[in-house]
């Protein structure tokens, strides 16, 4: 609402589990719940409809690759349970995981693009 003030403590990342192992999340993370895309149909006499399609569970963020982790470990997951712990108390997790990314590692921050695709997503307030 206009007027209010938003706490920043409400924002960000707490952490990142991977079938229960926590890896350490840099920066931010884009998620998608993987819910139905509606988009408007409009001809030259206006909106005809809505077109829906599909479309999969998907996250999006960076990974540390700190010295316990194995990459191939990462860019072999499937069917995973992924879970995004946000700091405003709410966890994302992803059922049915696969590692989706392309495999490129920053060297310079050791830094691990993770991308996954997932069959489903659930928003849950507090622990999951």
């Keep these: 609402m206009a007027g209010e003030k ?10 990142l589990k991977v079938n229960g192992v926590r890896h350490p999340v840099v920066g931010n993370a884009t998620y998608n719940l993987g819910r139905l895309k ?12 809505l077109k829906v399609r ?3 569970a998907r996250l999006s963020c960076q990974i540390s690759d700190r010295g316990d982790l194995t990459v191939d470990d990462i860019l072999n997951l499937s069917a995973a349970t992924v879970e995004l712990e ?3 108390g709410k966890v994302v997790v992803f059922e049915e ?4 990314g392309d495999g490129d590692i920053e060297t310079e921050e050791g830094n691990i693009q993770f991308e996954i695709s ?3 997503a659930q928003e849950f307030q507090g622990a999951a």
């Design 6 to 15: 938003t706490n920043p403590e409400w924002f960000g990342l707490v952490g």
């Design 38 to 49: 509606k988009e408007a149909k409009n001809g030259p006499d206006g909106r005809h409809g």
């Design 54 to 56: 599909g479309q999969d």
């Design 86 to 88: 946000l700091r405003n």
């Design 97 to 100: 995981a696969d590692y989706v």
């Design 118 to 120: 997932a069959k489903s």
